[in-house]
């Protein structure tokens, strides 16, 4: 769904380590879409003094320091969502009925709050489009 090409930025053949990946990623036949909507990443900025990215769309980051991971993470969660169709939901459920074992069977749950004084739920999932419908088709409330 997404091709992340993360590069040495301190390397001395960056550009060219670059354009070879390209090239072969060309060579492979692999649909535009993937290639339009690669992320570039530059690692080890921490190397670099005050390094800015010069390529439009490159994401600074140091995985040594940790230095743009959450914005990495976004920009992945982003553009895998929009590649796959699917979206990120927060439902509230009743954990007396079938609706959290129907989200673990049909969707990603990422996260469940349990409210035990009501008997409720707020579960965050990643789930399509087609999913949700028969979600609120079987469990209108």
Same mark, same amino acid.
């Given at each position: 769904?997404?091709?992340? %090409?993360?590069?040495?930025?301190?390397?001395?053949?960056?550009?060219?380590?670059?354009?070879? $990946?390209?090239? $072969?990623?060309?060579?492979?036949?692999?649909?535009? %879409?993937? /290639?339009?909507?690669?992320?570039?990443?530059?690692?080890?900025?921490?190397?670099?003094?005050?390094?800015?990215? +010069?390529?439009?769309?490159?994401?600074?980051?140091?995985?040594?320091?940790? %230095? !743009?991971?959450?914005?990495?993470? #976004?920009?992945?969660?982003?553009?895998? /969502?929009?590649?796959?169709?699917?979206?990120?939901? +927060? $439902?509230?459920?009743?954990?007396? !009925?079938? #609706?959290?074992?129907?989200?673990?069977?049909?969707?990603?749950?990422?996260?469940?709050?349990?409210?035990?004084?009501? !008997?409720?739920?707020?579960?965050? $999932?990643?789930?399509?489009?087609?999913?949700?419908?028969?979600?609120?088709?079987?469990?209108?409330?």
């Amino acid at each position: 769904d997404l091709i992340v %090409h993360v590069r040495d930025i301190t390397h001395p053949e960056t550009v060219l380590q670059k354009a070879t $990946v390209l090239s $072969v990623l060309r060579n492979l036949n692999l649909p535009s %879409h993937l /290639l339009d909507s690669m992320v570039e990443v530059h690692n080890k900025v921490d190397l670099v003094e005050r390094y800015k990215p +010069t390529e439009e769309n490159a994401l600074a980051v140091s995985a040594l320091h940790g %230095h !743009g991971l959450e914005e990495l993470k #976004q920009e992945i969660e982003k553009k895998i /969502l929009t590649a796959t169709g699917k979206k990120i939901l +927060t $439902v509230n459920i009743n954990l007396e !009925g079938p #609706q959290l074992s129907w989200l673990y069977k049909e969707a990603t749950v990422q996260d469940v709050e349990v409210m035990p004084e009501d !008997g409720t739920a707020r579960v965050k $999932v990643i789930i399509g489009s087609s999913a949700f419908g028969r979600y609120k088709n079987l469990f209108p409330n």
